[in-house]
């Protein structure tokens, strides 16, 4: 077998004998149609196997003879048929088969008391899942988006560790009715679906925004990537004069948060949003018809409060190490966020993503980022949503105070620890709006 990737090496290196007590394997590009044999001879050490980049279609009924597999990556392959050998592989706790072709999810991939905590299965050609989906009771993180789903098993009503959800770019007409009473859900991306379908091209056809010719913009280095697109320096050249900007240029595939053309019509219908990053115009005339954004530059002085989840947290943000803030500072964060936040909501909108890492910070300030995940709501369904977000900004306040610092005397965060608790409330319906959130914090 050849092949271009990273695991050639490795994939020599484990048929010659020499990676005896590996606990990590990589054999990314490959060029594999099956797995090696020789992969079962790391069963008693082996936990992380990345088989991603490659061509395979099926995987081995026996793989639970890797008794210490916790992690399995197989992106970008061949499958058409989630593999019912994952069934039995009892310590599996993250499972990613992005961007295959599978169709087909058998009930046999899960079985009472899996360990699965985060599994994706973004960008296949799903129709439905399997009821055995509620034995996964540990799940924390499921990613959907980019199927045919138009229901989810109601099993996954039991699911009451899950956190993050991503349906984008299915084919729901409505919301399970018992997403509301899950009590740790915190973050839910559903944009690109049939029940907000006309929301989204309303917002792409009527938002009244500046359209930015090509020609006026000259495009530099570039500052940035993200799963949607591509962010460069940009000078543009107006009527006005020429200003710094930034320039947002959207791939054209489904992302693990949904389409782009729903974060570009979230991003418009955001408007004039308090403490975001704002929209100065909408690209037109790119010669290869490329959608984009022409967004205001941030300064250098504006840094990132945290980095995304990691393998291990999962779910939660990872802050750099001794990172301490002062009580201002933290009380500021909050206070913007939540102002963003509330925005947004009386929009009927949802951020999708309210996360440490898509906020953007300097003494005394904060501005919300990326809307790849936001999602523009009917009337009835957007108050329930909602308070799944302010959830996630009771965990954004149980982070900021893990990290505040308070001078000896001089200050104290009772009332942002109790504002914490009322936005991480079990029951749902007994959280606080975003939008009484940010009264209390203004006041």
Same mark, same amino acid.
């Not at 009580?327 to 440490?356: F, K, N, Q, S």
């Given at each position: 077998?050849?092949?271009?990737?990273?695991?050639?090496?490795?994939?020599?290196?484990?048929?010659?004998?020499?990676?005896?007590?590996?606990?990590?394997?990589?054999?990314?590009?490959?060029?594999?149609?099956?797995?090696?044999?020789?992969?079962?001879?790391?069963?008693?050490? =082996? &936990?992380?196997?990345? $088989?991603?980049? %490659?061509?395979?279609?099926? !995987? @081995?009924?026996?793989?639970? *003879? #890797?008794? /210490? +597999?916790?992690?399995?990556?197989?992106?970008?392959?061949?499958?058409?048929?989630?593999?019912?050998?994952?069934?039995?592989?009892?310590?599996?706790?993250?499972?990613?088969?992005?961007?295959?072709?599978?169709?087909?999810?058998?009930?046999?991939?899960?079985?009472?008391?899996?360990?699965?905590?985060?599994?994706?299965?973004?960008?296949?050609?799903?129709?439905?899942?399997?009821?055995?989906?509620?034995?996964?009771?540990?799940?924390?993180?499921?990613?959907?988006?980019?199927?045919?789903?138009?229901?989810?098993?109601?099993?996954?009503?039991?699911?009451?560790? =899950? &956190?993050?959800?991503? $349906?984008?770019? %299915?084919?729901?007409?409505? !919301? @399970?009715?018992?997403?509301? *009473? #899950?009590? /740790? +859900?915190?973050?839910?991306?559903?944009?690109?679906?049939?029940?907000?379908?006309?929301?989204?091209?309303?917002?792409?056809?009527?938002?009244?925004?500046?359209?930015?010719?090509?020609?006026?913009?000259?495009?530099?280095?570039?500052?940035?990537?993200?799963?949607?697109?591509?962010?460069?320096?940009?000078?543009?050249?107006?009527?006005?004069?020429?200003?710094?900007?930034?320039?947002?240029?959207?791939?054209?595939?489904?992302?693990?948060?949904?389409?782009?053309?729903?974060?570009?019509?979230?991003?418009?219908?955001?408007?004039?949003?308090?403490?975001?990053?704002?929209?100065?115009?909408? $690209?037109?005339?790119?010669?290869?018809?490329?959608?984009?954004?022409?967004?205001? *530059?941030?300064?250098?002085?504006?840094?990132?409060?945290?980095?995304?989840?990691?393998?291990?947290?999962?779910?939660?943000?990872?802050?750099?190490?001794?990172?301490?803030?002062?009580?201002?500072?933290?009380?500021?964060?909050?206070?913007?966020?939540?102002?963003?936040?509330?925005?947004?909501?009386?929009?009927?909108?949802?951020?999708?993503?309210?996360?440490?890492?898509?906020?953007?910070?300097?003494?005394?300030?904060?501005?919300?980022?990326?809307?790849?995940?936001?999602?523009?709501?009917?009337?009835?369904?957007?108050?329930?949503?909602?308070?799944?977000?302010?959830?996630?900004?009771?965990?954004?306040?149980?982070?900021?105070?893990?990290?505040?610092?308070?001078?000896?005397?001089?200050?104290?965060?009772?009332?942002?620890?109790?504002?914490?608790?009322?936005?991480?409330?079990?029951?749902?319906?007994?959280?606080?709006?975003?939008?009484?959130?940010?009264?209390?914090?203004?006041?």
């Amino acid at each position: 077998m050849s092949g271009k990737g990273p695991g050639v090496e490795a994939l020599a290196a484990l048929r010659a004998g020499g990676l005896g007590g590996a606990q990590r394997l990589d054999l990314r590009g490959a060029g594999l149609t099956a797995l090696p044999p020789e992969v079962f001879a790391l069963a008693d050490t =082996l &936990e992380v196997l990345d $088989l991603s980049g %490659n061509r395979l279609g099926a !995987l @081995p009924d026996d793989l639970h *003879r #890797l008794h /210490r +597999l916790r992690i399995l990556f197989a992106s970008d392959n061949a499958f058409t048929e989630l593999p019912a050998a994952l069934g039995a592989c009892a310590h599996l706790e993250m499972v990613g088969f992005k961007a295959n072709r599978i169709a087909q999810v058998p009930a046999g991939c899960f079985a009472e008391g899996h360990a699965l905590r985060w599994l994706i299965l973004t960008d296949n050609a799903i129709e439905t899942l399997p009821d055995t989906l509620g034995y996964c009771t540990r799940m924390q993180k499921l990613m959907l988006a980019g199927n045919r789903l138009s229901a989810l098993p109601d099993s996954l009503a039991g699911c009451e560790r =899950l &956190e993050l959800l991503r $349906l984008s770019a %299915n084919r729901f007409a409505a !919301l @399970p009715d018992w997403l509301d *009473r #899950l009590p /740790r +859900l915190a973050w839910l991306a559903c944009a690109g679906n049939p029940f907000n379908a006309a929301l989204e091209a309303a917002a792409l056809a009527d938002t009244p925004i500046a359209a930015v010719p090509w020609a006026e913009l000259t495009v530099g280095e570039r500052l940035g990537e993200g799963a949607s697109g591509v962010i460069h320096a940009a000078q543009h050249r107006g009527a006005a004069g020429e200003s710094a900007v930034a320039l947002k240029l959207f791939k054209g595939e489904v992302t693990s948060d949904g389409w782009p053309l729903s974060e570009m019509a979230a991003s418009l219908a955001a408007g004039a949003a308090p403490h975001t990053v704002r929209v100065r115009g909408r $690209l037109a005339g790119h010669p290869d018809g490329t959608d984009g954004l022409v967004l205001e *530059r941030i300064g250098p002085d504006w840094r990132n409060l945290a980095g995304p989840p990691s393998l291990a947290s999962c779910t939660r943000d990872v802050y750099a190490e001794g990172l301490r803030l002062p009580h201002a500072t933290a009380r500021a964060i909050a206070r913007d966020i939540a102002a963003a936040v509330a925005h947004l909501h009386a929009r009927g909108m949802v951020h999708g993503d309210l996360y440490a890492h898509n906020i953007l910070w300097r003494p005394g300030e904060a501005l919300l980022g990326d809307f790849g995940a936001a999602a523009l709501l009917p009337q009835a369904l957007a108050p329930i949503v909602q308070r799944t977000e302010s959830r996630a900004f009771g965990c954004l306040l149980e982070e900021l105070l893990a990290h505040a610092e308070l001078p000896d005397g001089r200050a104290d965060l009772t009332d942002l620890a109790a504002l914490r608790d009322a936005c991480l409330a079990g029951d749902p319906a007994a959280r606080p709006t975003m939008v009484q959130v940010h009264a209390r914090l203004a006041s």
